[in-house]
Structure formats: C-alpha cells, structure tokens
C-alpha cells in the first residue's frame, strides 16, 4: 500500500497506533512498527524525560522500523517539563512525533531543528488547518467516536473527514472508531491517507495490560463507553464501567458549576493505571472507544495489521468494484 503517509512515514502499511498513557510501552511500539505500522512510545508514561530517553532505547532494541513518540500537552495537576521531553525525543534521533492536546506551535522550532516530523492529533476542522499552518507534516483528525479526548463539537468522522479533508493540503490520518479493514477503506474513501487506532491496539496480545481489560473490551458493546468530564469542557471518552458512571451521576446532580475536587480521586491516572496492570475493571478510570463494539478477538499486532489491510483491498477490489458492475 502505498499513500502519502506511507512515504511520510517510511512505513509499509498507513496504519498507525496512537499515544496511550499506560500502554504505549516499548512493546507495543516495537510490535506495531514490526509488523509494518507505525508504533508510537507515550512520552508521558515515561514518569521523567531520562525514564523516556531509556525507553527509546529499549524500543530501538526491539525493532529496526520507525517508530514514533507522543507529546500530549493537556492540563495536569503536576507541571509537566514539556521541553524537556522534546528535547530527549529530539536527541534519541526520533523521526516522527504525535502531538496531541494543545497546539504543537512552542514546540516546532525545536521539532524542525532536529528534522523531527510533527504528527498533530486534533478534533476539528479549525485545529486541523491550524496545525497545517504551524507546519506541521501530517494531522491525525480524531472523531467524536474515538476514545481519549473527543474535544467539544461531537462530529463524527463520516462528517468530520470529509470535511477536513477538502480544507488540507497536508497528509490525514483518520482516527476514532476504527477497527476493520472495511472501515479503513472507507476513511481512504473519505480522504484519509491512512488510519490511526487506540483501543483496537488495546486488545493485542502484545498490549501490557490485564488479560482482562482485554476481554472486558471484547465483551463490550458501542454502547459501553462513557463521556466524562463534560461539564469540565474537557471530554474524555472512557470504558463505563462502575467509577465512570458514578462520576456521571455526580456530573448530572452538580450541573456545570460542578468543581473538579468532587471526583478528584475518583478519576485520579494512578487508580487507573492500576486498573490496567492488575485487570480489575471498576477500579479506576480508563480509556476505550466505542470501536470496542466491533472487537471480538484479541490478535497479535502482526496478525491484525494483515487482516485490516487484506479485508481493505478486498473491500475497494471485490465489493466497490463489483458495485460498479
Ligand atoms: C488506553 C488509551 C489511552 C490513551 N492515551 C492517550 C494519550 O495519552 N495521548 C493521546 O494523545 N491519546 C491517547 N489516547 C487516544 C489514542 O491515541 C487515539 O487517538 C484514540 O484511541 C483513537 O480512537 P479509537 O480508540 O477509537 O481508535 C488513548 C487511547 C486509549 C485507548
């Protein structure tokens, strides 16, 4: 296959894993760019910039592929020394980094010094052509189904592709909901140039997480994901499970005056980075989208790059082909 992400990226197939907090761990990288995607190291899992540099290395052990690293620049309770992680991302030689959250514009000189390729993941048209404006090399264009931080405006991607896609010049990935091959063909339809994946990802054998975040992701349906953080105007699509909707309820009694204190250690990253080392599933927070509703196995990364790809051309070969007549 190849697009113009593929020849951005040097990968063989456009597929790509997204940053995830907790699970974007050497292994998962390494196994997705192994077998032919991008993988992509979550720079914030990493608890200090040496931790991250070290974690490079122990990718770049585990693969000779590209791989990339996320900077997700959101608001934390602790500062986080952003600069710093860039600049080990910068150092360790990394080609291609996925920015996320905030605007990626303090960071692009230093980005563009070393040569490092900007991937911004955002939810809209206007974030979309701004981030092309700063320079970046490609966007990942995030829909209101994806899991993580859907933004406010709730377009999914059937509208919201399309849409950015007429506005940009730069290369798109789509991202949010997908898991087929079928649905891959359709973003290419759409305008993508390739696709991004969390939660799909999420349920590998090589993801480091519990066996059973696995099999509650394959058990559930797209109904079973949850927005939280709404009245906060800072949206996170997560798994419902018991903490997600008693954090729902709380929201509905409190209305938008509701202040953060009130579900703070409810929702607090170590309960659920706890959640997905030891497999119990209600005791903290943690992300999935609804594309979990299209999840009934739990391959190796290898194994679900080749049936998306080969389930995509068979899609544009046989079924659009034969549309046609
Ligand atoms: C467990 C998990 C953790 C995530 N953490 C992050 C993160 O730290 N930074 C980020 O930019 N996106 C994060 N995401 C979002 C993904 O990178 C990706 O944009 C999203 O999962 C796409 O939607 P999908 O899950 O429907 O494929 C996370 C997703 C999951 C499933």
Redesign the pocket.
Known sequence: MKTRITELLGIRYPIVQ??????GYAELAAAVSNAGGLGII?G?TQPTPEDLDKEIRRCKEMTDKPFGV?L?ILPTIKPVPYEEYARVICEAGIGVV?T??RNPEPFMPLFQQYGVKVVH?CTSVRHAIKAEKVGVAAV?V?GF?????PGEDDIPNLVLLPAAAAKLSIPMLA?????TGAQMAACLALGADGI?????F?ATKEAPVHENIKQAIVAASELDTALIFRPLRNTARVYRNKVASRVNEIEREQGAQMEFGLIQDMVAGAKGKVALSDGDVDYGI??????QGLINDIPTCEALIENIVSECRQVIQERMTALMG
């Open positions: 997204g940053g995830m907090q907790n699970v979550t914030l996320n997700t996925e996320a959250g993941k990942s995030d189904e994806c899991a993580g931080h991202s949010g909901g997908i898991g991004n994946m969390g939660t799909r999420l943690w992300t999935s989208g609804m594309v």
